[in-house]
Structure formats: structure tokens, C-alpha cells
């Protein structure tokens, strides 16, 4: 079992930076590939990044590659998500999610837990 909870979300201008964190809790957090999604109202989740265990491989939605990067910690049990040049469309509540497996995964249904979300709003 693992528990998850985000924090770092928050109200940004267009243009500036927001670092997400998520702590999560449970022996198998060093062996769980972990994501990110997010979800605007009247939208479906999507997928915005995936880091493996190692945190060798990571994998990114097109519309955040080149300004998100995601990272982890597995010292302090800890993903991240920086996130810069952002836009009023990533406005959207970030959810982080653990695998049961070390490898990356762009869809929400690779992902059998879930953190309770945390809201980015970016204002123009």
C-alpha cells in the first residue's frame, strides 16, 4: 500500500515557475514508478509525466516537455514536479499517482494509486 499526498500548488502569473512535491508513505515507494496527471474542469485526467523507479527514465506529455521536469527522492520517499513557462492552460488540479511496478506509464489506469490532488491555477 502506498498513501500520497501533494503540496506546492498554488496561484502563478503566465511565464513563472510552481515546484510540486509528493510525500508519499508505504515500504514500496523505491520499487513504484510514479506520474503525474492533471484534470481542468469538465476535462478528463491526463498524463503529464512518469519517472521510474531509478529515476533513470522519465517520459513526458508533448504539451509540457521542454518546461516540466519531474524528479525524485527516494531517501526522502518524494516525487516532484517543476514546473516552468507556465501557461493558463495548465491550470488544472495535479494528482500524483504510484505504480506497482519500477517502469514508466502514460495512462491512468497503469497506476493503482492516488494522491488527492493538488490545485495550479495560472492566471494571464
Known amino acids: 500500500q502506498v498513501q500520497l499526498v501533494e503540496s506546492g500548488g498554488g496561484l502563478v502569473q503566465a511565464g513563472g515557475s510552481v515546484r510540486l512535491s509528493c510525500a508519499a508513505s508505504?515500504?514500496?515507494?523505491?520499487?513504484?514508478?510514479m506520474g503525474w496527471f492533471r484534470q481542468a474542469p469538465g476535462k478528463e485526467r491526463d498524463f503529464v509525466a512518469s519517472?521510474?523507479?531509478?529515476?533513470?527514465?522519465?517520459y513526458y506529455a508533448d504539451s509540457v516537455k521542454g518546461r516540466f521536469t519531474i524528479s525524485r527522492d527516494n531517501a526522502k520517499n518524494t516525487v516532484y514536479l517543476q514546473m516552468n513557462s507556465l501557461k493558463p492552460e495548465d491550470t488544472a488540479v495535479y494528482y500524483c499517482?504510484?505504480?506497482?511496478?519500477?517502469?514508466?506509464?502514460?495512462?491512468?489506469?497503469?497506476?493503482?494509486?492516488w494522491g488527492q490532488g493538488t490545485q495550479v491555477t495560472v492566471s494571464s
Open positions: 508505504g515500504r514500496t515507494f523505491s520499487n513504484a514508478a
Open positions: 499517482a504510484a505504480r506497482r511496478i519500477a517502469f514508466v506509464g502514460g495512462r491512468p489506469d497503469d497506476y493503482a494509486y
Open positions: 519517472i521510474s523507479w531509478s529515476g533513470f527514465s522519465t
